[in-house]
């Protein structure tokens, strides 16, 4: 099978032959060379292409020129340089597409773009080469600046230079010369009434204008009168609405005078659009989310519920194919979408064994990119997806608010889907509204996350295979005695149509435009994400912890497993991978949205102790200050009579041994049985000569001092 937009290279020959699939026209395909400065398409035959791939000699390869490029990381002058390219190409190959494959007819369809566009013929070969060469994309006609000057070094242009110049009337009646002090002046009005919510007309803004800068003011009895200056002293209004219209943004001007929640409804600019005409699969799919009618319950624990899930669906126009699904807990949004465009390319062989369902390619064989993608006012609105377009050519077209009928196909599917699990699924809703006396559906919840997918996976299959009753079949699909299932029209669509699918040959690089972006925190306990750390071989080698401590970086994350993290290179290409380190490795087989359950799970267990901890806290405290409030009190009583600091501080280590051995008496352990107490007897002691020892010495020398410095204290040595 040969592919449109795919890179192949012949093996038995000695230099390095590279060729690129630009088109399919039914059994003809066109190729370019991959080097050369200006490459013209040839013409090949799309059965002998097939040959030579089966035989071996053809093998396709990854394309070279596959990157992941953000417009913020682009200079001025390579956006300008390739949006002016990108559009003589987009009119030129969209208008004379037919003329560009004819060998015979090219040359005066190229003198015909350069007489347009008032440049060279030379020049627009080499513009149409790119584009061929390099993936037949927006970005494929990105200049090779990033291969000239200083790594890192950028080129910006000039801060005193002005594009043009400001119109000057010579004449007196016609009003002033417009200086930059001038358009200060318009530049003020225009902020301070024109781009407000009342929503003022331009012309009453220009007469504010004259009012505060071109005017008199005087008073006439207590009311203030502005007496206009004469037609000589003042800009007119035509002079005003044109540097206004020069210098407008229409954007901000809409935002400001209405709300940014219309603009991104009503206003905001569709990137692509298409014909509404389907001529094979990889021509339009379809992507759309809902919320599954059924509660699910936690993996970890059954009795705990987590709500509904949202289903992602991406559906083939033409063939009514399931291309790729998503389920999980997120919200409609790009993190969802993505998920969805990912498994869109996935093998899906791969991806059923990860859930224990085995199936052969035959039963679901998509893993393209479309040319199309039809989406509604929302995740692709909200979201930039301009590296989508720009890197793969996917074009993305959205519908109107509150239009689903637009999207009708995979709306269906999504109401077959449902009434299916409803009446099979426990916790599946059953009524909109419940009765007094019903039984909450809710409590019957018992399929985790993992146990759903599963389902709805059989389900898809299930749909692949299904007879589409109202399939409008051609004529030709009639005559071949084609069955209208979704995997029969997928084939014989590849068979017979044009090629309009794409295929990712490095599934990174996709990921790479799609995952969603965050930013981690360097700290000496690793590299901090949404509460979790992480860590890498190369932070390790390149001391990151010491030399990065506390600084942000940018990472990729995949919200299914937050195993591992990646942080993307600057030439949109390499990744440095960092993995849960051990503090964090309980989550290891988590989601991102089971990680935030059990998070906020832990903050509600946290909340409901506070109080206890604060009470206890107070508790202690208030037990701490009463003996030491006790403890002064009795000091004070003591203190009979005033006692200097040097007698207080005199004798300190006699006074800690004497309390040493007061202690040793009371802490003393007697685990000896304690013997009955007999009647006392008086027992004449005969005098020996017994040698005291030297610790019943110093004990005796020391209690000797205690009872004299007693003595002297109480006065009873008087």
């Not at 390869?61 to 987009?90: A, F, G």
């Not at 039963?363 to 040319?371: A, D, G, R």
């Not at 699924?425 to 599963?454: H, V």
């Not at 190369?538 to 993290?565: C, F, G, H």
């Amino acid at each position: 099978m040969i592919f449109y937009n795919q890179v192949y290279q012949y093996i038995d020959k000695e230099e390095k032959n590279l060729i690129r699939v630009i088109t399919i026209e039914e059994s003809i395909a066109y190729l370019v060379d991959l080097y050369g400065d200006t490459s013209m398409p040839k013409k090949s035959i799309l059965s002998d292409l097939e040959i030579e791939v089966q035989t071996g000699l053809l093998i396709p390869i990854p394309d070279p020129y596959l990157k992941s490029y953000v417009d913020t990381d682009l200079t001025e002058k390579q956006i300008q340089k390739r949006d002016e390219d990108w559009q003589i190409v987009s009119e030129g190959w969209n208008t004379f597409k037919d003329e560009l494959l004819n060998k015979k007819e090219r040359d005066a369809i190229f003198e015909q773009i350069a007489r347009q566009n008032s440049i060279a013929k030379i020049k627009v070969k080499r513009i149409f080469t790119r584009f061929w060469q390099r993936g037949l994309n927006k970005n494929a006609l990105l200049p090779d600046y990033m291969y000239s000057g200083g790594k890192g070094k950028e080129r910006q242009l000039s801060t005193n230079s002005k594009v043009g110049r400001p119109r000057l009337y010579t004449s007196t009646e016609q009003g002033i010369n417009i200086t930059e002090d001038v358009k200060k002046q318009f530049d003020y009005v225009v902020k301070k009434y024109y781009r407000k919510k009342e929503q003022l007309s331009l012309t009453n803004t220009y007469e504010y204008m004259l009012r505060e800068f071109y005017s008199d003011k005087y008073y006439e009895g207590n009311q203030i009168k502005y007496k206009i200056w004469d037609d000589s002293r003042i800009p007119t209004y035509h002079q005003f609405y044109y540097w206004f219209k020069k210098l407008e943004d229409p954007k901000l001007d809409f935002q400001l005078r209405n709300s940014q929640k219309e603009f991104e409804l009503n206003h905001r600019p569709i990137l692509s659009h298409s014909a509404l005409e389907t001529d094979g699969p990889g021509t339009r799919f379809q992507i759309d989310a809902t919320i599954a009618d059924v509660y699910l319950v936690s993996s970890f624990n059954r009795n705990l519920i987590i709500g509904r899930p949202v289903v992602y669906g991406v559906i083939d126009v033409y063939s009514r194919l399931i291309t790729g699904v998503y389920i999980g807990l997120e919200g409609p949004s790009w993190i969802g979408a993505m998920m969805a465009l990912d498994n869109m390319v996935a093998d899906k062989v791969t991806f059923c064994a990860t859930y224990g369902i085995e199936i052969d390619e035959s039963q679901w064989p998509s893993h393209h990119l479309p040319e199309i993608i039809i989406a509604d006012r929302g995740e692709f609105e909200g979201y930039s997806v301009e590296r989508l377009i720009n890197n793969f050519n996917v074009k993305i077209e959205n519908t109107s608010p509150y239009r689903g009928d637009l999207k009708g196909i995979i709306e269906r599917q999504f109401r077959t889907i449902n009434g299916k699990i409803k009446r099979k699924a426990p916790g599946a809703i059953q009524k909109e509204y419940r009765e007094r006396g019903d039984r909450d559906y809710r409590l019957d919840a018992s399929l985790n996350l993992e146990e759903f997918t599963k389902i709805v996976i059989h389900l898809v299959l299930h749909h692949n295979q299904k007879i589409i009753e109202k399939y409008s079949l051609e004529k030709e699909m009639i005559a071949d005695q084609l069955t209208a299932t979704p995997i029969n029209l997928w084939n014989w669509g590849i068979a017979n149509k044009k090629g309009r699918l794409q295929t990712v040959s490095n599934q990174d690089i996709l990921r790479l435009n799609l995952l969603p972006k965050g930013k981690a925190r360097i700290t000496r306990a690793g590299i901090k994400f949404k509460g979790l750390a992480y860590g890498s071989d190369k932070a390790l080698t390149e001391q990151w912890y010491l030399k990065m401590k506390n600084q942000s970086i940018e990472v990729l994350y995949d919200p299914r497993s937050m195993y591992r993290i990646y942080v993307p290179h600057k030439d949109g290409q390499n990744f440095d991978t960092c993995y849960l380190l051990d503090t964090s490795e309980q989550y290891s087989g988590d989601s991102l949205e089971e990680i935030e359950f059990y998070q906020q799970l832990l903050q509600e267990t946290k909340k409901q102790e506070a109080i206890k901890q604060v009470e206890s806290t107070v508790n202690s405290d208030a037990a701490i200050e009463s003996i030491i409030k006790q403890a002064v009190k009795q000091k004070k009583e003591a203190s009979v009579e005033p006692i200097s600091k040097s007698e207080k501080l005199k004798d300190i280590r006699v006074n800690r041994k004497a309390e040493k051995l007061i202690n040793r008496e009371e802490e003393m352990f007697d685990i000896a049985e304690k013997p009955k107490i007999q009647p006392a007897q008086v027992i004449e002691l005969t005098k020996k000569e017994v040698a005291p020892s030297d610790t019943q010495k110093s004990n005796s020398r020391l209690l000797d001092k205690l009872r004299k410095k007693r003595d002297e204290k109480f006065g009873k040595d008087q």
